[in-house]
Antibody, heavy 120, light 108 residues
Framework: EVQLVQSGAEVKKPGESLQISCKGS????????IGWVRQPPGKGLEWMGM????????RYSPSFQGQVTISTDKSINTANLQWNSLKASDTAMYFC?????????????WGQGSLVTVSS | SYELTQPPSVSVSPGQTARITCSGD??????ASWYQQKSGQAPVLVIY???KRPSGIPERFSGSSSGTMVTLTINGAQVDDEADYYC???????????FGGGTKLTVL
């Protein structure tokens, strides 16, 4: 069974750093892209970027390039999303998703989400 | 930047057919997928490559494509189908992936 298990909720202050994680199981982790999707409170889904653990290639959405860092530790089947200096506008639910590489690469299986709250 | 446009809301009675549209300039050349997100839950893939249904998704869910628009159709909509639905695709270069703004489906 494909599973993606994300790290827990976080409460941070503006300017602080943060890394959240996503651990995959039930599939060959190094053969699929793993991506991240943001959902601000009460709003829609925003695709942020993805990483291929097999060779660590990363593709960012232009909207998120330079704002976050996506990384992976394939030795423990984990993908990470990192901020160096959080802003209040980063408050959102963050989902990781395995990406299926068919005609276009799309999210297929999703993690349960990690809620990040940034408030002074 | 590339955009996919969906209606904010669609409402049907139980047993009726619900149709949710998604328009984008690159859709004649790029496949779309659809996601169902129930309140407080992670999204679920219900249609990929315009009209293919993943295993476990009921047959009442189908997808179609015509020109710059793709459509998610739910035949015989049920109360349990109430959710937000999002389309997903890429721009013509294939480099920029985006979700549509989402459509809230009400079945009552």
């Amino acid at each position: 069974e494909v599973q993606l298990v994300q790290s827990g909720a976080e409460v941070k202050k503006p300017g602080e750093s943060l890394q959240i994680s996503c651990k995959g199981s039930g599939f060959n982790f190094t053969s699929y892209w793993i991506g991240w999707v943001r959902q601000p409170p009460g709003k829609g889904l925003e695709w942020m970027g993805m990483i291929y653990p097999g060779d660590s290639e990363i593709r960012y959405s232009p909207s998120f390039q330079g704002q976050v860092t996506i990384s992976t530790d394939k030795s423990i089947n984990t993908a990470n999303l990192q901020w160096n200096s959080l802003k209040a506008s980063d408050t959102a639910m963050y989902f990781c998703a395995r990406h299926y590489g068919g005609a276009i690469i799309i999210p297929d299986y999703w993690g349960q989400g990690s809620l990040v709250t940034v408030s002074s | 930047s590339y955009e996919l446009t969906q209606p904010p809301s669609v409402s049907v009675s139980p047993g009726q057919t619900a149709r949710i549209t998604c328009s984008g300039d690159a859709l004649p050349k790029k496949f779309a997928s659809w996601y169902q997100q129930k309140s407080g839950q992670a999204p679920v893939l219900v249609i990929y490559e315009d009209n293919k249904r993943p295993s476990g998704i009921p047959e009442r869910f189908s997808g179609s494509s015509s020109g710059t628009m793709v459509t998610l159709t739910i035949n015989g909509a049920q109360v349990d189908d109430e959710a937000d639905y999002y389309c997903f695709s890429t721009d013509s270069s294939g480099n920029h992936r985006v979700f549509g703004g989402g459509t809230k489906l009400t079945v009552l």
